[in-house]
């Protein structure tokens, strides 16, 4: 429930909404059956319950903490296709991009739009920033915006106006991931359109958190076009908004994406001032506490990784390295795109020390990383900084030989 941000009353409905998916005949489940099964007090629902339970969180009953009594047996009811869709989810995560698409909408049913939906659609964007987890946004543009069309479309048929409003808020994220892919891709000028709506969307769903997302991801866009000065005006924008207040999670992404832009607008000073509130608010920060998907990148490593992109451009290469072996040394193992590209960093802190030699064997695993994937835009932007400043500080056979290695490479991910 709290991953789903669900009240027990829409809980109940969602489950309600299930049942009558499953059998033809919407289900008579209670607020007050819900207060049960988080007390204990109904450790096993009954079997239509269970199974409605099942497709709306997409786990097995068990693994939402119910006890079978004694030797039971599941009713014979058909399987419902979300529920199988939900078991591939791993799968699906690594998929290529001429394959991703949107699992279909259900067949429409007599009951109205509702929490049900909404938990489907995001399923979806679940799906897609896993797909980016593991090889990056790029590609996700056309499946997102597809996304994006599903919940609008829903939001007309909605009946109350906290779906309307959850519908809103599904629109801007799919919308903000398809910036997302354009940006991870290099493709940045339709990336800034998409993030105008996205934004737009976020105020009808009345909800900062994706406005954050948004700010976060204008950031990004105005830095990727040398436009620090927006960068930093964006990234504050991001620091005023509500959640900022009540997530030292949120507070802390929004003052290291302005350090990030301090940086490079040449506010060395102000840079160092916005990392030690980033460190300060992640500190405080319930590791535990449940998150959307679309901020679960961030935390220590993802923090370190910010750093060391700080560190080296205020002219400290020395702790931009530390900061990326920190960063790599606490990345989960299923990011697989952020793993590369922050390898790529540290390669960059290791050339502007002057070993040389080493900066090259490290960005060379860049391409091991990223073996039978596309490199991002983003990241062969980066390798070609990489190149050019190797180019300007190592000697001329040893540069030539990096670039004649890893052309092929280069040009054909």
């Known amino acids: 429930m709290a991953a789903h941000q669900m009240s027990a009353s829409e809980l109940a409905d969602a489950v309600n909404e299930a049942i009558g998916t499953l059998t033809g005949k919407t289900g008579s489940t209670s607020e007050r059956t819900v207060f049960r099964w988080l007390s204990g007090e109904n450790r096993w629902p009954q079997a239509r319950q269970r199974r409605a339970l099942e497709n709306v969180c997409g786990l097995p009953v068990t693994a939402l903490g119910f006890v079978p009594r004694g030797k039971s047996t599941r009713a014979a009811l058909p399987e419902d296709p979300d529920m199988r869709r939900r078991r591939l989810f791993g799968a699906a995560a690594g998929t290529t991009a001429a394959a991703i698409s949107l699992a279909p909408p ?76 354009l940006i991870d891709a290099g493709r940045l000028d339709m990336a800034g359109r998409h993030l105008e709506r996205a934004l737009a969307l976020a105020g009808l769903a009345q909800d900062s958190e994706i406005a954050l997302q948004v700010w976060n991801l204008r950031a990004m866009l105005a830095r990727q076009r040398r436009d620090y000065l927006e960068a930093v005006a964006s990234s504050q924008a991001a620091q005023t908004t509500a959640i900022t207040r009540r997530s030292p999670l949120h507070a802390s992404l929004a003052y290291a994406r302005t350090a990030v832009g301090l940086a490079h607008a040449g506010e060395a000073r102000a840079a160092l001032r916005c990392l030690g509130r980033a460190e300060n608010a992640l500190a405080k920060a319930d590791p535990a506490q449940p998150r959307s998907s679309w901020i679960a990148f961030y935390g220590l490593a993802e923090l370190h990784s910010l750093t060391a992109i700080v560190r080296d451009v205020v002219g400290h290469p020395a702790h931009a390295e530390a900061a990326s072996h920190r960063a790599l040394a606490a990345l989960p193992d299923a990011y697989r795109r952020n793993r590369a590209y922050t390898t790529a960093r540290l390669a960059l802190a290791q050339l502007h020390q002057g070993d040389v030699e080493q900066a090259c064997a490290t960005s060379g695993k860049v391409f091991e990383i990223m073996a039978g994937m596309p490199l991002p835009g983003r990241m062969r932007l980066l390798l070609g900084d990489f190149q050019r400043d190797l180019l300007a500080q190592a000697p001329a056979a040893l540069a030539h030989e990096w670039t004649d290695h890893y052309r092929t490479e280069w040009s054909s991910s």
């Open 106 to 181: 259900p067949a429409p049913h007599p009951s109205r739009v509702g929490t049900s939906d909404v938990i489907r659609l995001r399923d979806d964007v679940e799906r897609l920033l896993a797909v980016d987890a593991e090889r990056g946004g790029h590609g996700l543009e056309q499946a997102a915006l597809a996304g994006a069309s599903e919940a609008l479309r829903l939001q007309k048929e909605s009946a109350t106006q906290r779906v309307r409003q959850r519908l809103y808020a599904l629109a801007a994220d799919f919308t903000a991931t398809a910036a997302w892919s």
